[in-house]
């Protein structure tokens, strides 16, 4: 199953930016980055995904490395609803598209 | 758009019993996946399906059934149900056996007591 590598958590001060990174250095090349973000007590929500490009969406801004072996998931301001475990995931046609959960990174808000 | 719909909410079964948990996914969505997730750790695959047949299947033993309908919605069968199965259960779909994004559901909490 591929591999991405996250840190166990992070903080963030309220109304400034976070960016969360993620290694993923077996990244093939019709691999899918994904981030979905899991708040307490509800299902993972997705919140971006992305094959080559930067990619911009309401909720976040998904940065990928021209070498596609890391990511970083940037939201521009961070607010105490954003705390949640934040997942990032490959999903491609060679793990027949499922996505494999890893430990992801905790993200602590402070006001 | 109602998105993923899952039922019951909160389930308490005894050992040995058997369950079944249902999904209903988004609208315009046709691929069902399941998932396990334990308290602390992130959801672990069981089994996806599409087209009425299932596709793919994570490390899970045969007590672990599953079905799709017609109409895209999917059960959950666990038979001889263990103490470690206690679990927050949760749907994902997504349109097609792509790459896009998937929807979950807000998950069926069980509790093996």
């Known amino acids: 199953d591929a591999k991405t590598t996250q840190p166990n958590s992070m903080e963030s001060n309220e109304e400034e930016p976070v960016h969360l990174p993620c290694n993923h250095s077996t990244i093939s090349g019709t691999d899918y980055i994904h981030w979905y973000r899991q708040l307490p007590s509800q299902g993972p929500e997705y919140v971006i995904h992305g094959l080559t490009s930067n990619v911009n969406n309401r909720m976040a801004s998904l940065a990928i490395a021209e070498d596609r072996k890391s990511s970083t998931l940037i939201l521009h301001r961070a607010t105490l609803r954003d705390a949640a475990v934040y997942y990032c995931?490959?999903?491609?046609?060679?793990?027949?598209?499922?996505?494999?959960f890893g430990a992801g990174t905790i993200l602590r808000v402070k006001s | 758009d109602a998105g993923v719909t899952q039922s019951p909410t909160h389930l308490i079964k005894t050992r040995g019993q058997q369950v079944t948990l249902r999904c209903s996914p988004k609208s315009g969505h046709d691929t069902v996946s399941w998932y396990q997730q334990a308290l602390g750790q992130g959801p672990q695959f069981i089994f996806q399906y599409y087209e009425e047949e299932e596709r793919q299947r994570g490390n899970f033993p045969d007590r672990f059934s599953g079905h799709q309908f017609p109409n895209y919605s999917s059960e959950l069968n666990v038979n001889a149900l263990l103490l470690g199965d206690s679990a927050l259960y949760l749907c994902?779909?997504?349109?097609?056996?792509?790459?896009?994004?998937?929807?979950f559901g807000q998950g069926t909490r069980l509790t093996v007591v």
């Open positions: 995931i490959l999903r491609g046609m060679e793990y027949g598209n499922k996505l494999v």
């Open positions: 994902a779909s997504s349109f097609g056996y792509s790459r896009t994004e998937a929807f």
